[in-house]
């Protein structure tokens, strides 16, 4: 599954696949934008099939619902929201491109990264809390860091395998060439590299020059 979106100056590039054969994928995903904002969101279900993506499309959901809030104080709306379920790992990224920075909250293992375009430029490496949210009490806290003009960040769930330097090579690529080109790239690469698991991946460049 593919989607493109051009949202408050940014071009976002999502794809998706479930595990194996699977029909259902246990991962879900929020990108939407206000007019300062872009918002981007990972949940991944914990196990797999229905249960995940129950779990999973109540926390996008969730966050969808108390967006305008501090992150952390969304996640732990998603926390509330997630009790009678299996629970979920979750990730959100907010950036304000005119002010130059972005806020982070996460629990568990949906990666989030931000590249420079300039490799000399010093970027904030936003790092989830440990855990996962099932409505049990959690401590999160949440980081603001430095966004770059022009930047990249990725998202991504654990489905996906990359170490930090496949990401500067994907951002570069993404940055480079067209959307049909980087797609067939990234699912080469992910073909290769990923483990057996739902696979989430965001990736969104800050390209005010295009709108
Ligand atoms: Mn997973």
């Known amino acids: 599954m ?4 051009y949202l408050n100056s940014f071009d976002i590039v999502v794809f998706q696949k479930a595990k194996g054969d ?4 246990g991962d879900s995903y929020l990108v939407q934008a206000d007019d300062q904002h872009v918002l981007c969101a990972v949940a991944d279900g914990l196990g ?8 999973s499309s109540q926390a996008t959901q969730t966050i969808e619902t108390y967006s305008k809030e501090s992150l952390d104080s969304v996640l ?3 926390n509330a929201s997630l009790l009678k379920t299996r629970g979920a790992v979750v990730s959100v990224l907010r ?3 005119e002010t130059n920075h972005f806020e982070f909250c996460g629990i568990g293992n949906v ?3 931000i590249v420079s375009p300039d490799d000399s430029k010093k970027v904030g490496h936003p790092m989830p809390n440990p855990g996962f949210l099932s409505g049990r009490p959690v401590d999160l806290k949440h980081e603001q860091h430095y966004f770059p003009s022009e930047g990249c960040f990725v998202i991504y769930s654990d489905g996906i395998g990359l170490i930090n330097n496949t990401i500067k090579d994907i951002a570069k690529r993404f940055e480079q060439t067209s959307h049909e080109v980087f ?3 990234l699912q080469a690469l992910l073909s290769s590299e990923s483990v057996s698991d739902d696979m ?4 969104g460049q800050h390209r005010p020059q295009f709108f």
């Open 200 to 203: 989430t991946f965001i990736i």
């Open 48 to 55: 797999s099939g229905e249960w995940a993506w129950e779990a």
């Open 111 to 113: 990666n989030v990264k």
């Open 95 to 97: 950036i304000a491109p």
């Open 22 to 25: 699977d029909k259902i994928c």
């Open 76 to 78: 732990g709306h998603v």
């Open 183 to 185: 797609l067939s790239e």
């Open 2 to 5: 593919f989607e493109h979106h």
